[in-house]
């Protein structure tokens, strides 16, 4: 198991983290461990299958600590949204060799988001800031003395967990630039963000969202709570 690197949460939400290779020795322990590939990745590149495979293999030693005792690998929902057994709630993300998997118990918590990203280098990171940003969101980043990478790969990996917290009440895909950073908080490490339109009946315009965040090895990991 690797150290944790997400930012500090409750007791209530359990985690689990797994540094992987992309190789098939590593993907050959994942299901020798109980890990079923779905159909639909039969024919996927070893990297999806191992990534896949890793994040499963998180999220069900996370749902183990919190007393759920099934094997079964969680299935692949709509949009690709992981299917949490009845009464649990989770996320999972994976990325530059490392799986990361949080759970709860529904009654306890609303909504779960976690993503790790690897920072971009600046030739990556130009291209993406209008789809990614507004000039105001930019300029916070800026403010705060920032490095352009540095900012918008921890956007961007706030606003996927964002998206992932909230796909249970809004049901598909948004987009980037419905939610906006309207605050940054270094010294509290998190940020918030703000709707900018309306999702969903309980996801409306103004909603403001609290994103905490932690930088390691060249990663940026975040985590919303609901």
Known sequence: MSK????????SICQASLRYTVDAGQLARLTGNGIVLPESL?????????????????????????????????????????????????????GDGLAIAVAAV?????????DIERILSNEAAQPLVEHLMTASELAIGSSA?????????????AKESLFKALYPFVGRYFDFLD?????????????????????????VKGSLYCIRYSCFSNNVATLCLL
């Open 4 to 11: 944790t690197v997400l930012p500090a949460m409750p007791e």
């Open 42 to 94: 039969a024919n996927a590149v070893l990297k999806r299958q191992v990534e896949f495979a890793a994040g499963r293999f998180c999220a069900r030693e996370a749902l183990q600590k919190l007393g759920c005792d099934s094997q079964a690998t969680l299935a692949i929902g709509q949009h690709r949204a992981p299917l949490w057994p009845a009464g649990y709630l989770g996320s999972i993300s994976h």
């Open 179 to 203: 939610a906006e950073v309207c605050e940054l908080q270094e010294q509290q490490s998190c940020l918030m963000l703000r709707l900018v339109t309306n999702l969903s009946p309980s996801c």
């Open 106 to 114: 529904a009654r306890e918590w609303r909504g779960l988001g976690i």
């Open 145 to 157: 003395g920032l490095t352009l990478e540095h900012w918008l790969s921890l956007v961007f990996s």
